[in-house]
Every structure is written in structure tokens, then in C-alpha cells.
């Protein structure tokens, strides 16, 4: 199957063309509940410790 899209690379690139213009109409048609509203003020961040690392020096670090 892979074999026939390289041979046939125009075809391919068409085939993706036409797969994009159908996934931007078809993001209008998703409903707006799956993109909840953001006009909220929000960071999050991802803090990673050593492993052993003590419950207390977590705590410690969240209340800068």
C-alpha cells in the first residue's frame, strides 16, 4: 500500500490537500463544548522533585 502512494506522489499530495481542506471545515462543526472558555486568568506548571524527595519541602515550594 505505502509502495503505491510513493509511485503515485501526486495523487498523495492531492489526497492530503483534500484531507486538510475537510478538517478545516469540519473543525466548524464541532460544538463549542469542547472548548471550554479561557477568559480566566490561568498558569499551570509542572514541578518535578527527586524521587525520595519529603511531603514537607513540597508544601514549602507551593506557597511562594
Known amino acids: ?22 478538517s478545516i471545515v469540519g473543525i466548524g462543526r464541532v460544538q463549542q463544548q469542547f472548548f471550554p472558555d479561557s477568559a480566566r486568568p490561568e498558569v499551570l506548571m509542572d514541578v518535578w522533585y527527586p524521587e525520595g524527595t519529603s511531603f514537607a519541602a513540597n508544601e514549602a515550594d507551593q506557597t511562594h
Open 1 to 22: 500500500m505505502v509502495n503505491w502512494w510513493v509511485q503515485h506522489r501526486w495523487m498523495t499530495i492531492v489526497a492530503t490537500l483534500l484531507l486538510f481542506a475537510l
